[in-house]
C-alpha cells in the first residue's frame, strides 16, 4: 500500500550539489510527515532531515545543517533533500521515511515504511 521510490543519487566531488527525490504512493501525502536519513558503509542509519505535512516546520541534522535543505511538493507527492557543499562523510545510501518521530532534541525513531535507497557517492 506504502511505496516510498528515492531517486537523484550519484557521484559528485567534494563541493558539489545533488538534488533527490522521493516519490510516494498510498497515503494521503498532505497529511504525512516526512524524513529523510542515511546509512554509509559499516554504520548505523541516522537521520538526516524532517519535514512536517504542510512544509511548515524542518529539522536537520547537525551534521547537514546549513548544508541541506528538506522541502516537499504535496501536488507532485514528492519530498525533495538538496545538498549542497558536499563532504566525503555524505556518502551513504539515502533512504526516504514516512513519519518519523522526533524522541529528543537529537534522537529520531523512523517510521515503518522505507524506500530502497538512492547512493550518494562524494569524492575527495
Known amino acids: 500500500q506504502v511505496q516510498l521510490v528515492e531517486s537523484g543519487g550519484g557521484l559528485v566531488q567534494a563541493g558539489g550539489s545533488l538534488r533527490l527525490s522521493c516519490s510516494v504512493s498510498g497515503p494521503p501525502f498532505s497529511m504525512i510527515n516526512m524524513g529523510w536519513f542515511r546509512q554509509a558503509p559499516g554504520k548505523e542509519r541516522e537521520f538526516a532531515a524532517f519535514i512536517s505535512y504542510s512544509g511548515e516546520y524542518t529539522d536537520y541534522a547537525d551534521s547537514v545543517e546549513g548544508r541541506f535543505t528538506i522541502s516537499r511538493d504535496n501536488g507532485k507527492r514528492t519530498v525533495y533533500l538538496e545538498m549542497n557543499s558536499l563532504k566525503p562523510e555524505d556518502t551513504a545510501v539515502y533512504y526516504c521515511?514516512?513519519?518519523?518521530?522526533?524522541?529528543?532534541?537529537?534522537?529520531?525513531?523512523?517510521?515503518?515504511?522505507w524506500g530502497q535507497g538512492t547512493q550518494v557517492t562524494v569524492s575527495a
Open positions: 521515511n514516512v513519519n518519523p518521530v522526533q524522541l529528543s532534541d537529537s534522537t529520531w525513531r523512523p517510521g515503518t515504511f
